[in-house]
């Protein structure tokens, strides 16, 4: 929401999409519509790309020596994989500090684990096991809110007010609350 506050252009387009495609089928957003909303899903990949549920993956030691990008790293050695750095790159992505879902619309990445620009939830055996229920369960709340309000910000806050700041700590979590007006849509 933070992300989609601060964009509201993204904002329009993810709504536009979830009302027309739910005027059909009644008056909630189910797992079944969650298929046929594109953007919102790019919404999402962006969300998790510029604001992953954990910053840090778990750390790992090194079973045996390797070698990387012509470094030598010893067994034994801790490693940690800085998945919020990884998604900032800008050698991997374009106006990596942006906000931009459209990035996703053409793209087979995905934060499934196989595209290790976008990791998330980590990857392979010890990707996160929740990860399914996690993105089923923010597609839902989020398609939801979005088909049933419209957003506002309080009165007297303008867009560049809103503060992106996470804690700090092994998980993200806002700084600061962002607080909002809810108007039903209907």
Same mark, same amino acid.
């Given at each position: 929401m933070t992300a989609l506050m601060k964009n509201p252009k993204a904002m329009?387009?993810?709504?536009?999409e979830i009302r027309k495609s739910i005027q059909k089928n009644g008056n909630i957003v189910n797992e079944n519509d969650i298929q046929n909303l594109p953007y919102l899903k790019a919404?999402?990949?962006?969300a998790f790309r510029l604001y992953p549920p954990t910053?840090? +993956? *778990? &750390?790992?030691?090194l079973m045996m020596k390797s070698t990387l990008e012509g470094y030598e790293i010893q067994p034994k050695t801790i490693i940690h994989v800085n998945v919020w750095a990884i998604a900032r790159d800008p050698e991997i992505?374009?106006?990596?500090e942006e906000f931009i879902p459209?990035?996703?619309?053409?793209?087979?990445?995905?934060?499934?684990?196989?595209?290790?620009? +976008? *990791? &998330?939830f980590g990857a392979g055996r010890r990707g996160c096991p929740a990860m399914?229920?996690?993105?089923?369960?923010?597609?839902?709340?989020?398609?939801?809110?979005?088909?049933?309000?419209d957003w506002k910000l309080p009165y007297g806050m303008k867009k560049e007010d809103i503060d992106t700041n996470a804690?700090?700590?092994?998980?993200?979590?806002?700084?600061?609350?962002?607080?909002?007006?809810?108007?039903?849509?209907?």
């Open positions: 329009k387009k993810v709504q536009e919404v999402i990949k962006e910053p840090l +993956l *778990i &750390p790992r030691e992505w374009e106006n990596p459209e990035r996703f619309l053409n793209s087979d990445v995905d934060f499934k684990g196989q595209y290790f620009e +976008l *990791i &998330p399914t229920l996690g993105v089923a369960s923010v597609e839902l709340a989020l398609s939801n809110l979005l088909y049933s309000f804690k700090p700590g092994i998980t993200m979590h806002k700084k600061n609350d962002l607080c909002l007006i809810a108007k039903n849509y209907m």
